[in-house]
């Protein structure tokens, strides 16, 4: 079964400082990884995903997440955050499988940006 | 593109009563719509697979009975929980996805329903 872990519950930095929210995943096969955020009382919004080709992978609102096979890792950096960057941040996986388009979601990590 | 509207955002009704919520791809055709359930602080709960035309696919430990789910065209898929009770309290939260193996699923903004 195909999992994902998101270590860290919350995450705070200062504005202008880098931001890095981690996660991991466990999944037969090449994993189809995606970065989704949301805002208090609203759905997910895509961020990013990261299918096949390179390891890095630039998204909206100049997010980006390296996809490192061998530590099975796919952290969500942004070089300098903002205090509208706060929100709750889910990382997603899913199988390589013809016609499954299931996700499955961390636990959420919650970003606070300060002033 | 890819707009996901869900309705109502907010719904509060009595223990007994059922509930309807909708959700449309607003700009595309979706085959497939997800629906999950969200507590607070907490990730979000798989609950159904909705396939235009067919019968949802239900994940384990969901009762199809209590959440009836309708996919009747391309565009609308809604969620219908019957003889609501107060645990059914909770942030539900439809996505879709449109063709194309490896696009992403595209989220509406939730509904809060409260049964008091």
């Known amino acids: 079964a195909q999992s994902v872990a998101q270590p860290e519950d919350q995450v705070k930095v200062a504005e202008g400082n880098p931001l890095t929210v981690k996660c991991t995943y466990s999944?037969?096969?090449?994993?189809?990884l995606f970065w989704y955020v949301q805002y208090p009382n609203r759905g997910l919004q895509f961020l990013l995903k990261?299918?096949?080709?390179?390891?890095l992978v630039k998204g909206s609102y100049g997010f980006e997440a390296e996809f490192n096979k061998s530590q099975t890792s796919f952290h969500l950096k942004k070089p300098s955050a903002l205090v509208s960057d706060s929100a709750l941040y889910f990382c997603?996986?899913?199988?390589?499988?013809?016609?499954?388009?299931?996700?499955?979601f961390g636990a959420g990590t919650t970003v606070t940006v300060r002033a | 593109g890819a707009v996901v509207s869900q309705h109502p955002s907010r719904v509060i009704c009595k223990s007994g009563t059922s509930v309807k919520i909708e959700c449309r791809s607003l700009?595309?055709?979706?085959?497939?719509m997800f629906w999950y359930r969200q507590f607070p602080k907490q990730s979000l709960m798989l609950m159904a697979t909705?396939?235009?035309?067919?019968?949802?696919?239900?994940e384990q430990g969901v009762e199809k009975d209590k959440f009836l789910i309708n996919h009747a065209s391309l565009t609308l898929s809604t969620l219908t929980v019957t003889s609501a009770h107060p645990e059914d309290s909770s942030f539900y939260i439809c996505?879709?996805?449109?063709?194309?193996?490896?696009?992403?699923?595209?989220f509406g903004n939730g509904t809060r329903l409260t049964v008091t």
């Open positions: 700009d595309f055709q979706a085959t497939t």
């Open positions: 909705s396939n235009e035309g067919s019968k949802a696919t239900y």
């Open positions: 996505s879709a996805r449109t063709t194309g193996g490896n696009s992403p699923l595209h």
């Open positions: 997603a996986v899913r199988a390589p499988r013809l016609n499954d388009y299931k996700l499955s």
């Open positions: 999944v037969s096969g090449n994993p189809y």
């Open positions: 990261y299918i096949t080709g390179d390891n």
